[in-house]
T-cell receptor, first 111, second 113 residues
Framework: QQPVQSPQAVILREGEDAVINCSSS?????VHWYRQKHGEAPVFLMI?????EQKGHEKISASFNEKKQQSSLYLTASQLSYSGTYFC????????????FGGGTRLMVKP | KAGVTQTPRYLIKTRGQQVTLSCSPI?????VSWYQQTPGQGLQFLFE???????NKGNFPGRFSGRQFSNSRSEMNVSTLELGDSALYLC????????????FGQGTRLTVV
């Protein structure tokens, strides 16, 4: 079962903040965040692992609540380049790389 | 460092035909995963190969198959194509280990007519 992302879409003005949420009904081992621009490949943003380890871009922050199987991506002082569709991908096991993606959140940043 | 390369970028096939897509991972990456992306179903996991062995498999029919070569390059094959197989097929490579970040290729846009 795929994780649920919210909101489905959001429109921001440059400089505004946004939070994108990802919720799973299964116990998670890790949560991955990607951004995809139209016609392009998804680009890795961040990975959050059970136990607290995080890896990702310096300007991106996220949280992972292991007990609630929820993750949130925080976009602060948004820029036009932040526009795109954000996907969370979840892994429930530790063996291999097999992501179950949410439906995506469309973010549009306007001048 | 070169990124993930997928060929071809675009493909048009007729129902009933078969197709083979290719993926060359980032140098040194041994894990290759395949995903199908459609407007209706989103991004769905097909399978993952690691050291020439299928390590994980998604819920797709047996018409979808793949393999990985000793140089980590991977191919996926779809036989007896159906209209519903029209999609963007994305390949992602990961470095040694589990639960590591995946780097995606540009994808192959398959259209079945």
């Amino acid at each position: 079962q795929q994780p649920v992302q919210s909101p489905q879409a959001v429109i921001l003005r440059e400089g505004e903040d946004a939070v994108i949420n990802c919720s799973s009904s299964k116990a998670l081992y890790s949560v991955h965040w990607y951004r995809q621009k139209h016609g392009e490949a998804p680009v890795f943003l961040m990975i959050l692992l059970k136990g607290g380890e995080q890896k990702g871009h310096e300007k991106i922050s996220a949280s992972f609540n292991e007990k609630k199987q929820q993750s949130s991506l925080y976009l602060t002082a948004s820029q036009l380049s932040y526009s795109g569709t954000y996907f969370c991908g979840t892994e429930t096991g530790t063996a291999g790389n097999m992501l179950t993606f949410g439906g995506g959140t469309r973010l549009m940043v306007k001048p | 460092k070169a990124g993930v390369t997928q060929t071809p970028r675009y493909l048009i096939k007729t129902r009933g035909q078969q197709v083979t897509l290719s993926c060359s991972p980032i140098s040194g990456h041994r894990s290759v995963s395949w995903y199908q992306q459609t407007p209706g179903q989103g991004l769905q996991f097909l399978f993952e190969y690691f050291s020439e062995t299928q390590r994980n498999k998604g819920n797709f029919p047996g018409r979808f198959s793949g393999r990985q070569f000793s140089n980590s390059r991977s191919e996926m094959n779809v036989s007896t194509l159906e209209l519903g197989d029209s999609a963007l097929y994305l390949c992602a490579s990961s470095s040694l280990g589990d639960n590591t970040e995946a780097f995606f290729g540009q994808g192959t846009r398959l259209t079945v007519v």
